[in-house]
């Protein structure tokens, strides 16, 4: 079992940056890889980037590559989503997840946390 807690959204103009964290705490941190996943009313929750549990294998979506980074501390057992450029597309909550199995961009983690909003105005 792991338990998730995201912390960092907020409101930001367009071409600003936010940093989300996804605290863990539970059993090893260091044993998940983590994803990252957002979602808006209307649409489908969506891949956002993941890591693998040693950090050195992460994915990106296209729409956020370049702009987007993620990263891991496990000593702190928290995952991180660096945001630059922002564009009000990327309004969304914003869900961290976690699994001992390799998921990669699909979404099939077995634990999630509650979510943090994150708004973009133009």
């Known amino acids: 079992q792991v338990q998730l807690v ?9 071409g600003g940056s936010l940093r989300l964290s996804c605290a ?6 260091s044993s998940y890889h ?11 929750r969506e891949f956002v980037a993941s890591i693998t549990w040693s950090g ?3 994915t990106y979506a296209d729409s956020v590559k ?6 891991r501390d496990n ?18 909550v914003y869900y961290c997840a976690a699994d001992v199995h390799y998921f990669g961009v699909r979404d ?5 946390g509650q979510g943090t909003q ?3 105005s133009s």
């Open 118 to 120: 994150v708004t973009v």
């Open 66 to 71: 370049g702009r987007f980074t993620i990263s």
């Open 34 to 44: 983590m994803g990252w996943f957002r979602h808006c009313p209307g649409k489908e």
């Open 24 to 29: 863990a705490s539970g059993r090893t941190f």
């Open 75 to 92: 000593a702190k057992s928290t995952v991180y989503l660096q945001m630059n450029s922002l564009k009000p597309e990327d309004t969304a």
């Open 108 to 112: 099939q983690y077995g634990y999630w």
């Open 56 to 58: 050195g294998r992460t």
């Open 6 to 14: 995201e912390s960092g959204g907020g409101l930001v103009q367009a």
